[in-house]
C-alpha cells in the first residue's frame, strides 16, 4: 500500500485517543479535554500534611489539588473544601478519594457544559490507566468552548 | 430516616440519575450527594461520547 514505516498500537484507537495522542480526520479541529487540561495543576502525595499543601496549592494560585502515586496515577482530589481543613491533618485522611476523571478525547465543550451544569469547578483528566492528565478548570473549559463556537470559530 | 416497622429502619430515598432514573450512590460527575442533575456512569460516559465502538484491534 506503500507504507513503509507501520506500527500496531495494539491497545486500539481508543486508548491512543484516551492518551492525548495526535488524530486526524473530520472532527480533529474540535478542542479536547486533554489539549485544555493544565498539565501543570499541582500534585501532592498520601503522606504530606494538608497545611503544606494548601501553603504550595495557594502560592501556586490554584483552589484545587490532585493526589497521584510516583507513577502520577490518580487517587483523590482536594477542592476547595478539603484544603481548608486541618493543616496538620495526612492527605490521606483529607483526600476526596477516586474522583469522577475524564479522558483527553472528551470534547471540551461537551464537558464544560456538564460541568457547568453540576457547578463543578475543575476536573481531573487522565489515561484510561488512570494516569494525571491534568486539571481542566470550568473557565478554561467554557473559554474555549465559546471560543470554538464564537464569531471568530467560524472564520 | 423513617422507621416502617419496629427494628427496621427504612434508607432515605435513593438519589437517581436524571437520565434513566436508575438509583445511583452519587452523581458521577460532581461526586456529590444532593446533586439535583445527578447522573450515573452510564449516561454520563454514553453523553460524553466515551462509549465509541472499539475499532479491530488489527485492520482487515
Same mark, same amino acid.
Given at each position: 500500500?506503500?507504507?513503509?514505516?507501520?506500527?500496531?498500537?495494539?491497545?486500539?484507537?481508543?486508548?491512543?485517543?484516551?492518551?492525548?495522542?495526535?488524530?486526524? %480526520?473530520?472532527?480533529?479541529?474540535?478542542?479536547?479535554?486533554? !489539549?485544555?487540561?493544565?498539565?501543570?495543576?499541582?500534585?501532592?502525595?498520601?503522606?504530606?500534611?494538608?497545611?503544606?499543601?494548601?501553603?504550595?496549592?495557594?502560592?501556586? %494560585?490554584? $483552589?484545587?489539588?490532585? @493526589? @497521584?502515586?510516583?507513577?502520577?496515577?490518580?487517587?483523590?482530589?482536594?477542592? &476547595?473544601?478539603?484544603?481548608?481543613?486541618?493543616? $496538620?491533618?495526612?492527605? &490521606?485522611?483529607?483526600?476526596?478519594?477516586?474522583?469522577?476523571?475524564?479522558?483527553?478525547?472528551?470534547?471540551?465543550?461537551?464537558?464544560?457544559?456538564?460541568? !457547568?451544569?453540576?457547578?463543578?469547578? $475543575? !476536573?481531573?483528566?487522565?489515561?484510561?490507566?488512570?494516569?494525571?492528565?491534568?486539571?481542566?478548570?470550568?473557565?478554561?473549559? !467554557?473559554?474555549?468552548?465559546?471560543?470554538?463556537?464564537?464569531?471568530?470559530?467560524?472564520? | 430516616?423513617?422507621?416502617?416497622?419496629?427494628?427496621?429502619?427504612?434508607?432515605?430515598?435513593?438519589?437517581?440519575?436524571?437520565?434513566?432514573?436508575?438509583?445511583?450512590?452519587?452523581?458521577?460527575?460532581?461526586?456529590?450527594?444532593?446533586?439535583?442533575?445527578?447522573?450515573?456512569?452510564?449516561?454520563?460516559?454514553?453523553?460524553?461520547?466515551?462509549?465509541?465502538?472499539?475499532?479491530?484491534?488489527?485492520?482487515?
Amino acid at each position: 500500500m506503500g507504507f513503509s514505516d507501520v506500527s500496531d498500537y495494539v491497545d486500539g484507537k481508543v486508548d491512543w485517543m484516551a492518551a492525548g495522542l495526535p488524530t486526524e %480526520g473530520t472532527n480533529v479541529k474540535r478542542p479536547r479535554a486533554g !489539549a485544555v487540561a493544565r498539565s501543570d495543576s499541582p500534585t501532592c502525595r498520601l503522606d504530606e500534611t494538608l497545611g503544606s499543601v494548601r501553603e504550595r496549592v495557594r502560592a501556586a %494560585g490554584w $483552589n484545587a489539588c490532585v @493526589v @497521584v502515586n510516583a507513577e502520577r496515577v490518580v487517587l483523590g482530589l482536594l477542592r &476547595e473544601k478539603e484544603l481548608g481543613g486541618d493543616p $496538620n491533618q495526612r492527605i &490521606e485522611q483529607a483526600l476526596r478519594p477516586g474522583p469522577s476523571t475524564f479522558r483527553p478525547f472528551v470534547l471540551v465543550e461537551e464537558l464544560a457544559h456538564y460541568m !457547568a451544569e453540576h457547578d463543578l469547578p $475543575n !476536573a481531573p483528566i487522565t489515561t484510561s490507566d488512570g494516569r494525571l492528565v491534568g486539571l481542566i478548570t470550568l473557565e478554561d473549559a !467554557a473559554r474555549v468552548a465559546h471560543e470554538t463556537h464564537g464569531p471568530a470559530a467560524k472564520s | 430516616m423513617t422507621t416502617t416497622r419496629p427494628g427496621t429502619v427504612e434508607e432515605p430515598t435513593a438519589l437517581r440519575c436524571s437520565d434513566c432514573d436508575e438509583p445511583i450512590a452519587e452523581c458521577e460527575l460532581c461526586d456529590e450527594r444532593a446533586c439535583p442533575r445527578a447522573i450515573c456512569y452510564g449516561c454520563i460516559t454514553v453523553a460524553l461520547s466515551e462509549t465509541m465502538a472499539q475499532p479491530h484491534a488489527h485492520g482487515g
